[in-house]
């Protein structure tokens, strides 16, 4: 092996090409505080994009490095949402203890739920992801003293933010700490795609059998990742009502589902930063389709998607992935 | 006192519905034997070896490792225990590197494969194994490919690579060298003549040249039973191998 054996470099396994520059990797924490600075009447909207991004982060731990695909991911999301949203009513008013909480609980749910499902695979799976979606959905949409059924949850209102931030009408406090707490979760992300456990998801992914031979109990190794994924999207759901105040039935939908794994796709799966790319462009997109033409914008939104699964393979980070290699004839991952 | 077999099957039997594929099979491997499962297409060699691998369980009959019962233990189980095997179709993790794909196998026989809090990159000591393991089979400068751009042959190298990262007491090596080039192949053959000692190796081959190099004793399998067992002579003069496998009659 001619590579060194105790750089950095190679120990990541990277071509020298390859290994991105720290300040491209910058790029979109400096871009979504830029157009705090430059436009603030934007903050509400990017607030949603971070929540977003960390939503289809957690569902990438599951499609892009897992290989499961999930069609029922809001009902994490939803029961981080509800949750939080239940507790701040009945007196948990502090946003970090009932984040804390709406993911211990969306842990729990998503290792109930993934402890039975993940015993089936493909489209077992997925019509079960979707099941257990419309369960809960149906469940908040009847027990509706405690979730307001289909009025959802209204009248919440947290306290300040580590006892100090109030969150205000201009939706400052929540854009600053939606973005702490996503760029906290993005680390952790990082961190564990990285590890020993994020390299086996991969290797679960391209060949679960292959990785059994090798002594690796698949059954628990995608367990465990569906259960953080479950506390990720937990957290989400929890900033979703936290930085709204409001919860609706929507948030445990299979149209929010849908919508994820589409913005996964766009912007390119088990690539970390794929949401950051996917999220923005699918909610810009949408907003401006639904704005320009009311009537068609879903017809637009399907033309887009053709497009992306015909000449983007791998999402938009994919297109540029290709490119950039392409530019260094190089082969990758 | 007679030295423990490190593999044993006892009556070992698989049926697919009404289709039996494996009858009461029996085998002893010793540690370090090196062995040959041989027999015609559909004697049911490689059903033989999802069983000793844990792939499939049997209808009946038991497996010991080094004297204990694994018949119930599964594939994963039997891996950590020194059961390690390569496929006669390749089953590699075809987007990752070379490299990955044998650090896999490492992280998972070194017990590190849950660990998520530690970045893989600072595995000093498994990357190093991993190098020794790809420089072993030839491979160092095909490290960094992705093994989907590997050339046939290549994969097949790398399969051998991550059985020994398993660390196995016995080696299942299912065709190893089919349908690769004979240049490759001869690399295959040195790579296997030179495996540890200390390992039990099975291979199942139909190359009648690569398995009389390599084995001390050859097993003959037909409609899933043995025929016979015995030395490379024995088994080259036996009658009833000449008229079933070799289509001498």
């Known amino acids: ?333 | 006192m007679n030295e423990q077999p490190i593999l044993e099957a006892r009556k070992l039997n698989k049926a697919f519905g009404s289709l039996t594929v494996t009858r009461d099979v029996n085998m002893s491997l010793m540690r370090g034997e090196r062995r040959a499962l041989i027999g015609p297409n559909g004697a049911g060699k490689t059903t033989f070896v999802n069983l000793l691998s844990g792939r499939f369980a049997p209808s009946s009959g038991s497996i010991l490792l080094g004297g204990a019962d694994v018949t119930r233990a599964d594939e994963a189980r039997r891996s950590k225990l020194g059961i390690g095997r390569t496929f006669q179709i390749t089953s590699l993790f075809p987007q990752l590197t070379a490299h990955k794909n044998v650090f896999l196998a490492l992280a998972e026989t070194a017990g590190v494969g849950f660990d998520m809090l530690r970045c893989a990159s600072s595995y000093a000591s498994l990357h190093d194994r991993a190098d020794q393991l790809l420089d072993q089979v030839g491979l160092s400068s095909q490290a960094e490919t992705p093994v989907q751009r590997l050339p046939y042959g290549q994969q097949r190298l790398i399969e051998i690579a991550i059985a020994l990262a398993l660390e196995p007491k016995v080696l299942l090596l299912d065709e190893p060298a089919a349908g690769i080039p004979t240049a490759e192949r001869d690399v295959i053959l040195d790579i296997i003549e030179a495996l540890p000692s200390d390992i039990a190796v099975l291979l199942i081959d139909h190359d009648m040249d690569l398995v009389f190099r390599f084995a001390q004793r050859i097993t003959v399998l037909v409609h899933g039973a043995v025929l016979v067992e015995g030395s490379p002579t024995e088994i080259a003069a036996n009658q009833d191998v000449r008229d079933v496998y070799l289509g001498e009659k």
């Open chain 1, 1 to 333: 092996m001619s590579a060194p054996s105790n750089s950095a470099l190679a120990r990541l396994r990277l071509p020298a090409a390859l290994a991105l520059p720290a300040w491209l990797k910058a790029v979109p924490w400096v871009a979504a505080l830029a157009t705090y600075f430059f436009a603030p009447q934007y903050a509400p909207l990017l607030t949603q994009i971070f929540i977003m991004i960390l939503f289809a982060m957690s569902l990438d731990l599951l499609v892009g490095y897992t290989g499961i695909v999930s069609l029922g991911h809001a009902a994490l999301f939803g029961t981080g949402a509800y949750l939080a949203g239940i507790l701040c009513l009945r007196g948990l008013t502090d946003p970090l203890a009932s984040a804390l909480v709406a993911m211990a609980v969306a842990a729990a749910v998503g290792f109930a739920f993934g402890s039975l499902m993940l015993r089936t695979k493909g489209l077992a799976f997925l019509m079960l992801s979707v099941s257990s979606a419309m369960l809960l959905y149906e469940i908040a949409n009847k027990a509706t003293a405690i979730t307001g059924g289909d009025d959802g949850l209204q009248g919440i209102a947290f306290s300040r933010v580590l006892g100090i931030w109030e969150f205000d009408f201009e939706g400052t406090i929540a854009f600053f700490y939606s973005l702490a707490i996503l760029f906290l979760a993005f680390a952790f992300m990082q961190r564990l795609v990285n590890s020993p456990f994020g390299w086996s998801l991969r290797g679960i992914r391209e060949n679960d059998l292959r990785m059994k031979a090798i002594g690796c109990q698949i059954y628990r190794r995608r367990l465990t990742a569906y259960t953080i994924a479950a506390a990720l999207a937990g957290l989400a759901g929890a900033l979703q009502a936290q930085c709204t105040g409001f919860v609706a039935l929507n948030s445990l939908s299979f149209e929010l589902s849908g919508a994820v794994l589409i913005m996964l796709i766009v912007g390119g799966s088990g690539r970390l930063y794929g949401p950051f790319f996917g999220v923005p462009i699918y909610m810009i997109a949408q907003d401006y389709l639904a704005k320009n033409d009311p009537t068609n914008w879903f017809l637009w939104q399907g033309v887009i998607l053709l497009a992306l699964v015909f000449f983007a393979r791998g999402g938009l980070l994919g297109l540029a992935e290709r490119g950039f290699l392409r530019g260094f004839g190089k082969g990758t991952e």
